[in-house]
């Protein structure tokens, strides 16, 4: 289909190793956001880009998170020395451009395990 | 700190009957809210959304209300079906500064047959 989609579907990383999860958003958007979706904490925004090919970096939780846009609809969010408190689901969503609050579309994420 | 809150983590509800789920908020700044609806294993979806210069926003069986004074949004179900059954969220943005979308944690709803 032509939604969000995510990969991969699952990961395991052992702890202080590197991790990079991809997404494709829509076609034509241009906002792209990752979230953090945790158990009870609900969803914590990671990373935010307006514009193609430009890195982020939210600074959240402690600047280990930042996003990459390599090409206009694909973004990867890249983990340095991933922790076991990064274990959580990263949900993608993007958002089409020319208005303000378009509703963000949202891929079905990847739930990340740190052993 | 939470600047999105829904404070019931669960609710259940018969089949037919009225579904209510609240959010509040502390963020005056916030001017635009939305409900996304999550089934396991997906990702949300949109499911209604509200500007603030509007108190309710109506589709279908889906109603939201917003009390801007109490910071207070809802989201009211009726009929409530089976297939409502999943956990829902509220979100918020500003059109200030960097129009992120801020979730609260979620409500799971359970429509009982």
Known sequence: GAGVSQSPRYKVAKRGRDVALRCDSISGHVTLYWYRQTLGQGSEVLTYSQSDAQRDKSGRPSGRFSAERPERSVSTLKIQRTEQGDSAVYLCASSSPGTLNSPLHFGNGTRLTVT | ?113
């Not at chain 2, 963020?27 to 509200?50: H, V």
Request: glycine content about 6%; some cysteine.
């Open chain 2, 1 to 113: 700190d939470q600047q999105v809150k829904q404070n019931s983590p669960s609710l259940s509800v018969q089949e037919g009957r009225i579904s209510i789920l609240n959010c509040d908020y502390t963020n005056s700044m916030f001017d635009y809210f939305l409900w996304y609806k999550k089934y396991p294993a997906e990702g949300p979806t949109f499911l209604i959304s509200i500007s603030s210069i509007k108190d309710k926003n109506e589709d279908g069986r889906f109603t939201v209300f917003l009390n801007k004074s109490a910071k207070h949004l809802s989201l009211h179900i009726v009929p409530s079906q089976p297939g409502d059954s999943a956990v829902y969220f509220c979100a918020a943005s500003a059109l200030s500064g960097t129009y992120k979308y801020i979730f609260g944690t979620g409500t799971r709803l359970k429509v009982l047959a």
